[in-house]
Nanobody, 120 residues
Framework: QVQLVESGGGLVQAGGSLRLSCAAS????????MRWYRQAPGKQRDLVAA???????NYADSVKGRFTISRDNAKNTVYLQMNSLKPEDTAVYYC??????????????WGQGTQVTVSS
């Protein structure tokens, strides 16, 4: 089985920074894409940032220039550095990864979520 464990959420004032981490463990042959999503109360879960094998990245327009996604392949970990945080960034942030557990099998996995609250 594969587990994704997130950390780094919390309460921060507007303009501040947080760094989220998500570590994958278990039966991992390779990791393709790793992504961060967020879901605010009463809203759908939206893609925030993604990093594909080869380190290609893409971002939601709302976070471009403020958030940076990166990964440490040796640690099977993805990070989300969030700067210049705004109250509208408040949400539960979820890690997602497309993980190949054998050369022939790929699954889609989710973390448990970590709360980010930005006060004005």
């Amino acid at each position: 089985q594969v587990q994704l464990v997130e950390s780094g959420g919390g309460l921060v004032q507007a303009g501040g920074s947080l760094r989220l981490s998500c570590a994958a463990s278990g039966r991992i042959f390779s990791i393709n894409a790793m992504r961060w999503y967020r879901q605010a109360p009463g809203k759908q879960r939206d893609l925030v940032a993604a990093i594909i094998s080869g380190d290609s990245t893409n971002y939601a327009d709302s976070v471009k220039g403020r958030f940076t996604i990166s990964r440490d392949n040796a640690k099977n970990t993805v990070y989300l550095q969030m700067n210049s945080l705004k109250p509208e960034d408040t949400a539960v942030y979820y890690c997602n990864a497309a993980i190949r557990t054998t050369p022939w099998s790929t699954g889609d996995y989710w973390g448990q979520g970590t709360q980010v609250t930005v006060s004005s």
